[in-house]
């Protein structure tokens, strides 16, 4: 018996900047988690994958990624993709730097 289908987002690094991005419905890429569109289907989530991939200019390293959903938005599910929502761990620049 297969697993259930959990929500998931798209993400993947923007080829130039290195940064976390999310593929959002309209087919842009965003910074920031809260704007992904949150795929509920499985076989919409391997379209999209296969649309992201398509981007080989702008991203690299495209994949599903698990979600909850909280308030609305979709909130990471692993310590993995809570960590990248936080951007570069080496020092502060992008989005660490926003926070000072």
């Not at 795929?39 to 991203?59: K, T, Y």
């Amino acid at each position: 018996m297969s697993k259930p289908f959990t929500p998931k987002v798209v993400t993947a690094n923007a080829l130039l900047e290195g940064d976390v991005v999310y593929l959002m419905a309209n087919d842009q890429w965003s910074r920031h988690l809260s704007e992904a569109e949150v795929i509920e289907d499985e076989a919409h989530g391997d379209l999209r994958v296969l649309q992201g991939n398509s981007e080989p200019d702008l991203v690299v390293g495209v994949y599903l990624a698990d979600v909850a959903i909280v308030d609305g938005k979709p909130q990471p599910t692993h310590f993995r993709e809570e960590f990248r929502t936080r951007g570069p761990s080496n020092y502060n620049h992008g989005k660490q730097a926003e926070l000072v």
